[in-house]
DNA sequence: GCAATACTTAAGTGAATGCTTCAACATTCA
DNA sequence: TGAATGTTGAAGCATTCACTTAAGTATTGC
């Protein structure tokens, strides 16, 4: 899936993205975005903070790209733009995904060296050692 | 001051998981117990920095979870918790799909009310609007 | 015992963050 | 037109953050 066509050198946008998810504030925006685009006024409404702040925080979410916004007259739409939320929600997936790849290795490793945990692995063949 | 103390508290799992990975010298040493346990200072090592901020930063990572240790004679061993890192990643997941379920329904509604072309009257909705 | 190792703790600093208030500005509508 | 609406911007302030230095406390090995 094609996106912003500016295809821009991005300083750090995982970087930015998880800075921005990381105040509650902010993520309980994207939450209220989730289900739809929302004025700026319509976004703050829920909050117990000036419309000020919410700005603010609208600054983060859109210089994250998790948020991208259009102005109509004199409302300014705000949405979500899930591309950005999928960078961060990778790259937790992908430690994820190696710690347990590790575990694995260990797993086999251990079925090599010590057997007599291993109920049925003792026909595996030899490999070489799992970096540790 | 006091945080917004409304309603919704989160009892803040998510917020220090995703707090402890915004910052990317976390994010590094994360990548590094991604391979493996590690003591402190090995930990320490690929860092530009002193021991006492790498341990600092340790704090953080422990205390969202994301990481756990335990000391054996004068070495700390400090490996990742993936259970933790899939608090972030389900809800950035979950935040994603219901976007993209949105925006299912929006297709639909357009499909409904705009078979053809939306050029004129499309102000008048007989049908209700889904959920904005 | 003594020294090296591995970590721990405390205190300090400059920059960033999360707010606030107050003052514009642009658009819409009676 | 002029008031209401919706947003924008700057300045200020308290708190938190990412470090640093400098001093500890346990373990381990000789």
Redesign the pocket.
Same mark, same amino acid.
């Given at each position: 899936m094609l996106q912003h066509s500016t295809a821009t050198i991005e300083p750090a946008p995982l970087d930015r993205v998880l800075?921005a998810l990381? #105040?509650p %504030?902010?993520r309980r925006m994207v939450e209220v975005l989730s289900e739809g685009p929302v004025?700026?006024?319509?976004l703050?409404k829920p909050f #117990?903070? %000036?419309?000020?702040?919410i700005?603010?925080?609208?600054a983060?979410l859109e210089s994250s790209g998790v948020v991208r916004s259009e102005?109509?007259?004199?409302?300014?739409?705000c949405r979500l733009d899930p591309a950005a939320l999928d960078t961060a929600e990778q790259w937790v997936h992908q430690r994820r995904a190696e710690w347990e790849r590790r575990f694995d290795r260990l797993d086999q490793f251990l079925a090599r060296t010590a057997p007599a945990a291993a109920e049925q692995d003792a026909s595996k063949s030899p490999k070489k050692e799992p970096s540790p």
């Open positions: 800075q990381a #105040d %504030t902010r004025s700026v006024s319509e703050a #117990d903070m %000036t419309l000020s702040a700005v603010q925080h609208l983060v102005k109509v007259g004199r409302v300014r739409t």
